[in-house]
Nanobody, 123 residues
């Protein structure tokens, strides 16, 4: 049974930084694709970043500001978020996939999800 637990969310002013963590149980992160998604109020869940066999990928709106990384020794995935903007507000979800068979940015490629952590960026 794979379970993911996110942490690190909170309230931050625009321009600030947060680091989200995701610690999966029942899954070795070095062997599987890991992704971060977010959902703003009233909007659909959207792709943020992923770490797959082909490398790290980001949605355009966070390129240069967010970094996905893995600490294999701690079996933890991180999302470092810098220069946060109000529009980054939302619930952030960690996800993992048994095998990416389609677009890595599509949520349907990921079978296991965390409960989400709230990120609120104030102006």
């Amino acid at each position: 049974q794979v379970q993911l637990v996110e942490s690190g969310g909170g309230l931050v002013q625009a321009g600030g930084s947060l680091r989200l963590s995701c610690a999966p149980s029942g899954r070795t992160i070095s062997s599987y694709a890991m992704g971060w998604f977010r959902q703003a109020p009233g909007k659909e869940r959207e792709f943020v970043a992923a770490s797959t066999w082909s490398g790290d990928s980001y949605t355009d709106s966070v390129k240069g500001r967010f970094t996905i990384s893995k600490d294999n020794a701690k079996n933890t995935v991180y999302l470092q978020m810098n220069s946060l903007k109000v529009e980054d507000t939302g619930v952030y979800y960690c996800a993992t996939s048994e095998e990416i068979r389609g677009p890595y940015y599509s949520s349907v490629q990921y079978q296991y999800w965390g409960q989400g952590t709230q990120v609120t960026v104030s102006s």
